[in-house]
């Protein structure tokens, strides 16, 4: 047996979506601010529609990986995974994904392609064996509670929800954006850090949260010694535990470098929030040698070639 009768079921997978059309890329629809809650939508409903249920299955971050949107998905009940399983084998999911995404992007269609994950397993070779696919998804515990984005999402959607009931004109105006694109990385409501300002060689900065600019330069230019920059920021930050730097390593292996540097960077953004500052980041870069690429983060090398 998976579990004791006293022990609740609960296990974890990651859903993996690319367009097949070249005009729409869904991690940049995503990542707008303004059509982020109408893909936000489509994923909810697509998901209670494979369930049966809006609470049955929850989504704990979805993740930017061009070409790919990842969802991590987590399952308290078994019969409620086993019913999203047989929705995924039967392609009821993924037409279901398409209508939604089609009607809340008000889009002509939204070919997708979807991939069904749990830890290093491909589940979709093995749809048939449901039973080994539960086994395979109960194994891989959540890592993490619902991400800040996810629960502000959540939020906006019941809200919207309430006033449809009293209102039922839906309307693409309904997809308004929930914070303002110049710092998509900063939550809604979030104080700006205790820390103003750092020094970095003789010069002071502004101590700015990490940008996707920033993101993208780091993953470029990090290659193999993002485990070590890793290792500097774990020392203060627990989501950046050995175990969690290896998994990355093995998950994103096949990608390569960029991808996994890019993929720990994430973590690091998603654990610490409006805490992820460009301070912290310098530091671990500084502490590795990478002194050229902190730099680069902090637009020297373009202000020398200016002069």
Known sequence: KMAGSSAPWIGSAYLFLQSTCKTIAL???????????CVFKALKLALADSTGSVNGVDMLKVHCSHPHLIVQLKFCKRENCRQFLRSYREGALQKSLQSHLQLYLATTTVPLQVELKAGS???????????????CIYRE??????????????????????????NNNV?????????????????QGSSLPTQLTFMFQGQQFDNRTITPDDHQKFAKSVSKKWKQVARSLQKSCRALRDPVIDNLALEYDREGLYEQGYQMLLRFIQSEGKKATIARLIAALEENGLVSLAEELLGLHASEDCS
């Open 171 to 187: 309307a693409e105006k309904d997809c308004s954006p929930l914070k303002s694109p110049s710092q998509p990385y900063l939550p």
């Open 27 to 37: 991690p940049a629809l995503y990542e707008s601010s303004q059509k982020k809650p």
């Open 141 to 166: 515990k959540p890592d993490r509670l619902p991400d800040e984005e996810i629960t502000e999402l959540e939020e906006h959607l019941k809200n919207l929800m309430l006033h449809q009931s009293t």
């Open 121 to 135: 397993e491909h589940l979709d070779k093995m749809l048939k064996d449901e039973d080994h696919c539960l086994e």
